[in-house]
């Protein structure tokens, strides 16, 4: 029992470290690009800190994780006038690595205005914007437009034409040829495909949170029928709201979404301690959390907007992003606690399987640890996710290594539960009072 409490004690205290902070969350930068005769106009929308910091912003989803985190938050706290005049000595950099090509001809880029917002509240990440330029060579009918993988994710949005061209480019990618009077609208297809992986990085790795409350409804029961029910219900009721919201019928403030997430979370997880099999209201109130994470997805596809030419294929492909990025959770888990099940329905122990567990976990955590301290950067958002598996694997370890029945909803369940309600309720105050 001294093993466990042990065991637990620093399972919270991983799961703790891998609350998503919100603060300084790195988002895409929006590019608006317009034909002015022989010019290009364009027109972006970014957080010049980020830039200004050397951040690898491919690396890590929120600034707080990145080794240059101190510098962000010295630029962070700058007046507007100071970082336009920062950012305005920076950029004969920052045009170096930013490529527009027409042809074979990488054209020259000129800045033409900075406009940094105010300090504001500097918990939340400010979004600036600045225009720069670029003369096209006689003849031009197309221009390619990308960055260096550094900058992070680039969406570019072409103005003014028939079927613009709507990108949304990971980084270091480079766009298709962009005609520059129109036509350039991906198909239904391509757009659908697209926005797929966009989907999957928002549970894995990006969504710690969404994470903890699936891992909430795996941990009722893994029985297939129970899963099945709560998993369709979050997933109809959450495809409802990203739709909603997507199409602007529904707005509510991140400020009201986000702590009612972490509360939903809470709640299942403070259930899974009291119940043992899935209650019949059970399916009504995850339906009810999943309206709400749905709100959520959808503050995330608002930073970046769906093409108006293909919505429908966007929001389904990101929808089913989503779902591939909640079934690998469930899959992992699974792994993770398999053998820990099998013996804990025969009522027997296994020192072997202890052992191999336990082996595992040390050589997840000799992975994370050194990484997470030495080469954050490298490392990115993995870290809460290699946590929650070790901590899986430490309390399975823990389970096999007792001969009794049902130890893995004991050993396992239970303290995971008890793990994520703490979490949760540490969220609920963090983004209500903090």
């Known amino acids: 029992m001294f093993l466990l409490r042990l065991l637990s004690s620093f399972a919270l205290l991983t799961l703790t470290l891998a609350s998503p902070a919100r603060a300084h969350e790195v988002l895409p930068s929006i590019t608006d690009m317009t034909q002015d005769g022989a010019t290009l106009v364009f027109d972006m929308r970014l957080n010049i800190e980020s830039f200004l910091a050397g951040i690898d912003q491919d690396a890590v989803a929120d600034t707080a994780e990145s080794a240059q985190a101190a510098t962000y938050d010295e630029l962070r706290a700058l007046p507007a006038e100071e970082l336009d005049t920062r950012f305005r000595d920076f950029w004969p950099d920052m045009a170096d690595n930013i490529t527009v090509q027409a042809g074979d001809t990488d054209l020259a880029l000129t800045l033409t205005d900075v406009q940094a917002a105010e300090v504001g509240d500097e918990s939340i990440a400010r979004q600036s914007a600045i225009q720069f330029t670029a003369a096209l060579p006689e003849g031009a009918d ?42 350039n609208a991906m198909g239904a297809a391509a757009t659908f495909f697209s926005y797929v992986p966009t989907g999957f990085d928002h549970i894995v790795p990006l969504g710690v949170d969404h994470i903890l409350f699936v891992l909430g409804l795996f941990f009722l029961s893994t029985r297939m029928r129970p899963l099945l029910w709560q998993v369709s219900a979050f997933t109809l009721a959450h495809t409802i709201t990203l739709a909603l919201a997507a199409l602007g019928y529904v707005t509510v403030p991140a400020s009201i979404v986000e702590p009612l997430i972490a509360l939903s979370i ?72 398999y053998m820990a099940r099998e013996y804990s329905e025969r009522g027997e122990r296994s020192g072997m399987a202890a052992a191999l567990y336990m082996v595992t976990a040390a050589v997840v955590l000799a992975i994370a640890i050194p990484l997470s301290i030495w080469a954050p950067d490298l490392l990115g958002d993995l870290f809460p996710l290699l946590a929650i598996i070790a901590v899986l694997l430490g309390l399975s370890a823990v389970a096999v290594n007792v001969g009794q029945y049902d130890t893995y909803t004991t050993m396992i369940a239970m303290p995971a539960s008890v793990l994520i309600a703490l979490v949760a309720v540490f969220w609920v105050i963090e983004r209500v009072f903090l």
């Open 142 to 183: 197309s221009v390619r437009i990308g960055w260096i993988r550094p900058y992070g994710t680039l969406v570019v949005r072409q103005m003014g034409v028939e079927d613009p061209y709507d990108g949304f480019l990971e980084a270091g990618q480079m766009s298709d040829p962009i005609v520059l009077t129109g036509g």
């Open 266 to 337: 809470a709640y299942v997880a403070v259930e899974n301690i009291f119940l043992r099999t899935l209650s019949p209201w059970r399916p009504f109130v995850i339906f009810g959390f999943g309206l709400l994470h749905g709100l959520g997805f959808a503050s995330v596809l608002a930073q970046f907007g769906l093409p108006e030419a293909n919505f429908v294929p966007a929001l389904i492909g990101f929808n089913i992003g989503v779902e591939i990025g909640q079934l690998c959770v469930i899959a992992v888990a699974y792994l993770c606690v």
